[in-house]
């Protein structure tokens, strides 16, 4: 029977296929050996046995004696049998037993980020300190005090300027929109002062438009008034003179007769004249008049846009500083804030520069150095060239510190984070790839064991899996590959 040929493997995940091919024809030729192996075992088993049983017959008496020496043969068989189900089942759990293929390399923890260094921009007083050296603190936690005296009367000072231009601009807002007044509220909250003047002072201007609004709108009624008076004069004199005409052209004729005087007829001629007098005179009124009313009409509306002019100039300008004190105020504001130094970071307290309750800190000083302390911890890790194909960010890892033993507190589960773009070579010549690996924690197990930078570990950065089998015929497949073929 020939044997069957098992194809060369490659390192790393290209060699899966070729792997499991090999597996199967390994496994086919064991099988065909073994039963070979069995028919070959039961036949000299078989002729042993009859020889036995032909040397027993002739020299053993007894029947227990004999009965003996039939029993023993019985017990190679099975222990022949027992190892060779032992070797099968070793076989068939290698072939689809599978374990983990990692990258194995040597890494160092370092800082994930630089010291902070802690300043004051404006200086002042120490007034209180909270932190010392080698003091673990957390993020925003507060590290040392400054006197904000000086620094809240001029934030107080600029609040009261602000509720004072922002209650105005809402003043002016509604005059110049003439809409109804409502007083911001934090004004009223925290400048009820302030609030009740601007509330006054509306009031007042409100009733000065309305002073004089209406003494434009009391002129113009007595225009309107004037015009209705000489529209009714026009009228009448136009009646009046309507009839007189016609009285005089019935009276003229008579006249002639001699019954009526020359006397009437004049007084007839006279009272027409006067009355187109009249007339001519009241519709000559009526424009006069109409040009009055809407003189009075326009003063009102000049009235009143020239006061909501004024208001939205003054607005304007109000909103104008509004701004700028707003602005101020948020610098007013990080002064304050900047009196109580804070940690950036979670970290531990390095260094204070300043130790003196009362002392003063220059602007711009050193006060306090901080060393991060993250939630995770980065390693470089070093890696050989070849075992650097199979890598990409976002595989796990398993960290195991040299510091602590891996068989009492277990290790630290991590992330591949970057690749190195090239490899570098050290002071001894060799070359090896630079690896980040972030864990997901700061700590060791459950006793919460510190890790600190500068500790080394063992990387292990899985890259697949593979079966036991494939671990054991890999030498082989590569000398086989390789076998033979040298100058």
Known sequence: MNKPELPPSVPGSGEEAPASSARHRLLAAVVARFNLWRSRVDRKLDQWLSLKEQDDQQDFVTDAEWFMREE????????????LGCLLVAVLWAAFAKIDEVSRGEGKV??????????????????????????????????LKIDSTRFVSNLRENQAQYYALQAKGARLRALAND?????????????????????????????????????????????????????ARRAQAAQSYDLTAQELRVTRPLKDVGAVSEVDLLRLERDLARFRGERDMAGAQIPRTQAAIDEARRKIEEVELAFRNEASTQLTETMGKLNALSEGSVALQDKVRQTEIRSPVRGEVKQLFTNTVGGVVQPGKDIIEIVPLEASLLLETRISPRDIAFLHPGQKAVVRFTAYDFTIYGGMEGVLETIGADTITDEKGNAFYVVKVRTKGATLGDMKLPIIPGMVAQVDIMTGKKTVLSYLLKPVLRAKATALSER
């Open 72 to 83: 023993s043969p019985r017990r190679p068989r099975i222990f022949v049998w027992s190892m």
């Open 179 to 231: 809409v109804p007044f409502e007083m911001p509220a934090e004004v009223t909250q925290f400048a009820p002062g302030i609030a009740q003047q601007e509330m006054e002072l509306y009031t007042s201007r409100k009733m000065e438009l309305d002073a004089s609004v209406s003494i434009a709108r009391q002129q113009m009624a007595q225009r309107t008034q004037e015009l209705r008076e000489a529209q």
């Open 110 to 143: 370092v800082p994930s980020g630089q010291n902070q260094v802690l300043q004051s921009l404006d200086g002042g007083v120490v007034t209180e300190i909270l932190a010392r050296p080698g003091q673990t603190v957390k993020k925003g936690e507060l590290l």
